[in-house]
């Protein structure tokens, strides 16, 4: 059973172009969290998606952020017009459908996205 | 805010040594989980605690978690190097619906 997968691993951007991060969750998983981790820093919870929908995403920046989860196919997290604070290391997690609150949230290895 | 804190942010001790990194909260919560990262790494889930539950045990770790106090303690017994490593909690709740937060971690050095 292939964990979590996230590519590319490694993203470079100039500043004004689009990063887009793509997620594939663990087999039977229906649940996938982005997160950002800035350098020397925890992670920090940016939005939630269950297939087709957008479960929580209070912690997405509200322009140039956008986040997918289509019914076939990757989780997509979209920054357009990438500056360069945006450069961080962005994780995904998925989880099983949900019995309760808090769960446990599997991990991918991250995208590591720098802005020149 | 509901956001995990280790404490210490850093700690070196010397292989063979127990290593114990603390977490505090601030709201309640339904678990807390204890993650793994290695440099340059994703994280990797260590253990899994819930409200009702004051202790639990995984090979060379023991986490505890004090409801009253709001808090949680990891200790690795007899570290190696290779447990060396960022450390965080993660706090989950209800209130503060489907994700975790995580504190900023703590970074661990085991010597050899």
């Known amino acids: 059973n292939a964990g979590v997968m996230q590519n590319p691993r490694h993203l470079v951007r100039r500043r004004g172009q689009e990063a887009r991060l793509r997620c594939s969750p663990m087999?039977?998983?229906?649940?996938v969290y982005w997160y950002r981790q800035l350098p020397e820093e925890g992670l920090k919870f940016m939005v939630y998606l269950q297939k087709e929908n957008i479960i929580d995403e209070s912690g997405m920046p509200k322009e140039r952020f956008s986040a997918e989860f289509p019914k076939e196919g990757p989780s997509i997290l979209r920054i357009q017009q990438v500056v360069r604070g945006d450069s961080a290391a962005y994780f995904c997690a998925s989880s099983p459908p949900r019995t309760g609150a808090g769960e446990t949230q599997y991990f991918g290895p991250g995208t590591r996205l720098l802005v020149l | 805010s509901q956001q995990g804190e280790e404490d210490p942010q850093a700690l070196s001790i010397q292989e063979g040594e127990n290593a114990t990194m603390n977490c505090s909260y601030k709201t309640s919560i339904n678990n807390l989980q204890w993650y793994r990262q290695n440099s340059g790494r994703g994280l990797v889930h260590l253990i899994l605690?819930?409200?009702?539950?004051r202790e639990k045990h995984s090979g060379r770790l023991r986490v505890t978690l004090d409801t009253s106090k709001k808090s949680s303690s990891l200790l690795i017994t007899a570290s190696r190097a290779a447990d060396t490593a960022s450390y965080f909690c993660?706090?989950?709740?209800?209130?503060?619906?489907?994700?975790?937060?995580f504190g900023p971690g703590t970074r661990l050095s085991v010597l050899p």
């Open positions: 087999k039977g998983h229906s649940h």
């Open positions: 605690i819930r409200s009702n539950e």
């Open positions: 993660a706090t989950g709740s209800d209130n503060y619906g489907q994700n975790f937060v």
